[in-house]
């Protein structure tokens, strides 16, 4: 099982991302995805997730009309499209799988909201 992430990087207070997450070795299709981001000394926090078949998204409060999750099964990848990002959104942003063998992790990609 493999997670990769990439897209993130520096960008200025308002500015957008994208991230990706390319997932392999088991059915992605059959697995919830979703995205949590960790800042320094806070703990690991759910950020927005999404059901097998693309529909049931969900997402922290604090991200509701920023941010949107989405997949594409057919290439086994999910995605974070980050809009109007704040520096409060710093963080590095993992991938994760909820699989019937149990969750698997990426290794995180760094997100720095600064000017």
């Known amino acids: 099982v493999q997670l990769v992430e990439s897209g993130g990087g520096l960008v200025q207070p308002g500015g957008s991302l994208s991230l990706s997450c390319a997932a392999s070795g088991f059915t992605f299709s059959s697995a919830g995805m979703s995205w949590y981001r960790q800042a320094p000394g806070k703990e690991r926090d759910l950020v927005a997730s999404i059901g097998s078949g693309g529909g049931g998204t969900n997402y922290a409060d604090s991200v509701k009309g920023r941010f949107t999750i989405s997949r594409d099964n057919a290439v086994n990848t999910v995605y974070l499209q980050m809009n109007s990002l704040k520096p409060e959104d710093t963080a590095v942003y993992y991938c994760?799988?909820?699989?019937?063998?149990?969750?698997?992790w990426g290794q995180g990609t760094q997100v720095t909201v600064s000017s």
């Open positions: 994760r799988a909820a699989t019937w063998f149990g969750s698997r």
